[in-house]
């Protein structure tokens, strides 16, 4: 088992710019989590899935973030508009036991 | 009050120190609880989980507290590569809302 796969490793781009960050999650694994963290404010949850089907999003900071999951196998958070304070590591973790993928470090300039 | 806190450390030990971290909750319908370790620039990953009953696995002990609210995990014979920072997990009642939420850390240093 390959664990949860996240894509890319590291972002970095201008504010303005839309991001897309992506998540495979471990196969069979109904819940899916997104997080975001850093130095200030630690680990925080943004959303949740379950069944491909989004539970909570009372962490998503504002509209500027979206995120969707078409299928079993597939997670995406964007982005758009981007800012400077977005820059953080943000992690997709799969199963109610969380199990974390490697994260994306982002950088917005 | 913050739901779940954690003193950030850092906890500097020698080799062969045994240390001890708590984790405070104030959400008392909380159900169950976890310790997660997240090594410098890595992903956390499940350390161990925490019953009422307490929980060892190898040198390390967590144990609950739920009428005091707190959680915590023991390292006996610490090791250089016990180095990390230790984060705990408090799971909600399934009510709807946010079901789990993170502490901050506490950041062990090992010295040789």
């Known amino acids: 088992d390959a664990g949860v796969i996240q894509s890319p490793r590291h972002e970095v781009t201008e504010m303005g710019q839309e991001v897309t960050l992506r998540c495979k999650p471990i196969s069979g694994h109904d819940y899916l989590f997104w997080y975001r963290q850093t130095m200030m404010r630690g680990l925080e949850l943004l959303i949740y899935f379950n069944n491909n089907v989004p539970i909570d999003d009372s962490g998503m900071p504002e509209d500027r973030f979206s995120a969707k999951m078409p299928n079993a196998s597939f997670s995406t958070l964007k982005i758009q508009p981007s800012e400077p304070r977005d820059s953080a590591v943000y992690f997709c973790a799969s199963g109610i036991e969380q199990f974390f993928g490697p994260g994306t470090r982002l950088t917005v300039l | 009050r913050k739901e779940v806190e954690q003193d950030p450390g850092p906890f500097n030990v020698p080799e062969g120190a045994t240390v001890a971290f708590n984790c405070t909750y104030s959400?008392?319908?909380?159900?169950?609880f976890f310790w997660y370790r997240q090594d410098c620039r890595k992903e956390p990953k499940l350390l161990m989980s925490v019953y009422s009953s307490g929980n060892e696995d190898g040198r390390f002990t967590a144990q609950l507290n739920r009428a005091s609210q707190y959680i915590s995990l023991l390292i006996r014979d610490s090791k250089l590569s016990d180095s990390a920072t230790y984060l705990c997990?408090?799971?909600?009642?399934?009510?709807?809302?946010?079901?789990?939420?993170f502490g901050k850390g506490t950041r062990l240093s090992v010295i040789a």
């Open positions: 997990v408090v799971i909600r009642s399934h009510s709807g809302n946010t079901p789990l939420v």
């Open positions: 959400n008392s319908a909380s159900q169950s």
